[in-house]
């Protein structure tokens, strides 16, 4: 690949980005399909099972997405999982973010951004509930069959309060990030082998959703340092 992965990868999200706002889906699901394969054709010990089969990955996307549905009890597939996380500094210019996987992929077409109003002192849960305020406010984004939350018990029942004020069904859960236990808004604290391909398949989307969001906090945060210039 000649050291050129990451911009070669850039590149074609980007062509798949506007594909799909241009509502050339089967374009884009072609490109989605071309970068996975790039993905996996750079990791260590992935080029030879690529070669061999290259619908690997979507199998074992299908894997981790039916353990996912047996280990957290969910009534369907998670075909749609949502991942949520808040970045920001003693409050200021804080942010929120959410990211999407489909089918196990992630699809940053889909990926939005919240600037966070609530004032006051820094409160992670106040938080979590505005966001999910906001993001069920837009009927014209698919629901998810899937939330977590990167945080524990206090922000998954904020935003479970959320959810059911606003009369949605949709199974929420926390992702801790010390111990990754993933906690339900009530009951026992479920705790997934460490190897596990739904932990995986989790931890990939929290630590995208961290991601995205302090990419986005840094940003409101050079800019609020400039204004000050």
Do not use: C
């Not at 990451?6 to 706002?21: F, G, R």
């Not at 993001?135 to 959810?163: F, K, M, N, T, Y």
């Amino acid at each position: 690949m000649d050291g050129k992965v990451t911009q070669l990868i850039s590149d074609l999200t980007a062509q798949m980005t506007k594909a799909s706002n241009e509502q050339k889906f089967e374009e884009a699901a072609a490109i989605k399909k071309i970068i996975g394969g790039v993905s996996y054709l750079t990791q260590p010990n992935r080029t030879s099972l690529y070669l061999e089969n290259p619908n690997f990955l979507q199998e074992e996307n299908k894997l981790a997405l039916e353990k996912l549905q047996k280990d957290l009890n969910l009534k369907k597939l998670p075909e749609r999982i949502e991942g949520y996380d808040i970045s920001n500094i003693q409050g200021k210019e804080a942010v929120g973010s959410m990211v999407v996987l489909i089918n196990g992929e992630i699809d940053k077409s889909q990926y939005r951004k919240f600037k966070i109003h609530i004032s006051g002192k820094p409160n992670d849960v106040g938080m979590h509930k505005e966001m999910m305020r906001r993001r069920l406010s837009h009927p014209e984004w698919p629901l998810p069959d899937l939330i977590i939350i990167d945080g524990g018990r206090g922000q998954v029942r904020g935003a479970e309060l959320e959810i059911r004020n606003l009369k949605f069904e949709i199974s929420v859960f926390g992702l801790a990030k010390k111990r990754e236990w993933l906690y339900p808004p009530e009951g026992e604290i479920i705790k997934l082998p460490k190897n596990s391909l739904s932990l995986k398949l989790l931890r990939r989307l929290r630590d995208e959703a961290h991601r995205f969001a302090i990419t986005y906090h840094r940003k409101l945060h050079r800019q609020a340092i400039l204004n000050m210039i």
